[in-house]
């Protein structure tokens, strides 16, 4: 991966990311989104029952569950539809022309400040998803790596936390040229 970075032809970022990069981003993104719609049908007669969603979609009334239950009626599908299409932004600019991918499989990623807000987003979201499976509650917790796939899960949390510092940072950096 070549980290974000501020584009000087004109606001925006860019980055480069190898091919598996590219394809765990798409994957990982693609299960986010398609929990998002889940969450959005599911919530519709109040909180997920789904650790993974309740992440997603929080409860905001976790001591009055009528309230909550109003609150996730009139909010839980939009919300989730704006997650959806985070998601999807990720995938399409992830999926652009063919002349943006290099020969070696690496795809080059240019986002103007609407498409980095979105991968913001999904980022923040597939890194809750992970959080819930890892058990991760808390900022320092470890989470439960008990085998391979959670190793993976793991690995993949705490890489998408550095390409989401760099997003962050190059965004910055766009704003002051």
Not at 38 to 65: K, V
Request: glycine fraction near 6%; charged fraction near 30%; hydrophobic fraction near 45%.
């Amino acid at each position: 991966m070549r980290p974000f970075r501020a584009d000087r032809r004109g606001g925006g970022v860019h980055a480069r990311f190898e091919a598996a990069e590219a394809d765990v981003l798409r994957r990982f993104a693609a299960v986010a989104a398609e929990r998002a719609e889940r969450a959005g049908s599911e919530t519709r007669d109040g909180a997920p029952a789904d650790p993974t969603l309740t992440r997603l979609l929080p409860d905001a009334y976790p001591d009055d569950p009528e309230a909550s239950a109003e609150f996730h009626r009139f909010t839980a599908e939009r919300l989730a539809e704006s997650k959806v299409q985070n998601a999807r932004t990720v995938i399409e600019s992830l999926s652009g022309p063919a002349e943006e991918a290099r020969p070696d499989g690496a795809v080059e990623v240019r986002l103007d400040s609407a498409q980095a807000q979105a991968w913001l987003r999904a980022l923040t979201d597939i890194r809750l998803a992970l959080a819930a499976h890892l058990g991760i509650e808390f900022d320092g917790d470890e989470g439960d790596v008990h085998d391979l796939e959670s190793a993976t899960r793991l690995a993949v949390y705490d890489w998408l936390a550095v390409v989401q510092e760099f997003l962050v940072l190059a965004l910055a950096r766009a704003e002051h040229h």
